[in-house]
């Protein structure tokens, strides 16, 4: 175990709507980044969060957006749902210099 | 940018028999890690082994080892003594070393399964 942790494990959404995925970082960790892992496919990099603020965005949509706390657990935030966002959405927390990612174990959004 | 491949989507392997996974990756960075991570089918990425750069020795971690060729972009990973519980989908990433938006890049992975 990672220390990592995301909730809820599962949920299914439709078309439209939208959704908060949450994720608490490992002890100690001040950074996080938000993957989305397509079925077959290796996780693609949402964006990262470092001390609150946005710090580094992959080649997603503005309707996906983050937001991290001051006790460094975040959230994911996707608008008007689309049937592609269907995938497992991992969170990894790290720290500046520690230069390894620790992950936790997935949030599964199906969208119908 | 950053690519990763890897070319074997699948293998299979008997029990305490040692397997190599194989990963290319594309880059003009100098300063870099790579990364084995190992994803069962409880969905939890885990890492397997890690190895900067910078090093020319390369990492091993218990029965996992690395073969990382620098001038080539090669960087595989071998199990030895494999067992049941290594089972799963192995993903090779990479990440550029910077303080600050250290994002990972992945392949698309190898599924291992250990036959018993």
């Known amino acids: 175990e990672t220390g990592v942790t995301q909730s809820p494990t599962h949920l299914i959404k439709t078309r439209g709507q939208q959704v908060t995925l949450r994720c608490s970082s490992q002890s100690g960790h001040n950074t996080v980044s938000w993957y989305q892992q397509a079925l077959g496919q290796g996780p693609q990099f949402i964006f990262q969060?470092?001390?609150?603020?946005?710090?580094g965005r992959g080649n997603f949509p503005p309707r996906f957006s983050g937001l991290q706390f001051p006790n460094y657990s975040s959230e994911l935030n996707v608008n008007a749902l689309e049937l592609d966002d269907s995938a497992l959405y991992l969170c990894?927390?790290?720290?500046?210099?520690?230069?390894?990612?620790?992950f936790g174990p997935g949030t599964r959004l199906t969208v119908l | 940018a950053q690519t990763v491949t890897q070319s074997q989507p699948e293998m299979s392997v008997q029990e305490a028999e040692t397997v190599t996974l194989s990963c290319t990756y594309d880059?003009?960075?100098?300063?870099?890690?790579l990364f084995w991570y190992k994803q069962p089918p409880s969905r939890q990425m885990i890492l397997v082994i890690r190895?900067?750069?910078?090093?020319?020795q390369n990492a091993t971690e218990n029965r996992f080892s690395v073969n990382f060729q620098k001038a080539a972009k090669s960087f595989s990973l071998k199990i030895s003594d494999s067992q049941l519980g290594d089972t799963a989908m192995y993903f090779c990433a990479f990440m550029k070393l910077a303080f600050g938006n250290e994002k990972l890049t992945f392949g698309t992975g190898t599924r291992l399964t250990i036959i018993p």
């Open positions: 969060y470092y001390r609150e603020e946005e710090n």
């Open positions: 190895q900067e750069a910078y090093k020319q």
């Open positions: 990894a927390s790290s720290f500046p210099r520690l230069n390894t990612q620790y």
């Open positions: 880059t003009s960075e100098n300063n870099y890690y």
